[in-house]
């Protein structure tokens, strides 16, 4: 039967004590990064251009307004399929119940997190193994 020493031990009671921390970091850096994609959003609406055309009753049936590929406006394509595919998409659950695509991905990537930084450390399926070894 293999002892773990103080070393370990003392590790093992560090990392146990700084889990807890760890996950609130990585939750905040997670709200950062949203509040940075917000921020960017909300700068890009008020600083793009915007074309305006001009027309009247007159000129209305004359003017007929061309839109051309630009690749300027990919980014606002990739944001508005996000947008659908996150928002629109829904899942129901029951009769009566529904999730949209952003609600299941932040709850399986935060079921995800939980699972990596339970198992993350082999020290500690080790001493799982040890204590549940047959004596």
Partial sequence: MSELSEADISA??????TYPEQVWYTIAAFLFIVGCFQ????????????RHYDSDEETATTNVIQYKFSLRRIPLAIINVYRVVAFRWTLE??????????E???TVAYIALLLIYAF??????GLCMVLLAPH
């Fill in 104 to 106: 299941v991905f932040v």
């Fill in 39 to 50: 921020w960017g959003s909300l700068v890009y609406s008020k600083f793009a251009r915007r």
């Fill in 12 to 17: 093992l009671v560090r990392e146990n004590d």
């Fill in 120 to 125: 993350i450390n082999s020290k500690l399926i």
């Fill in 93 to 102: 659950i029951g009769q009566s119940y529904t999730l949209n695509v952003a």
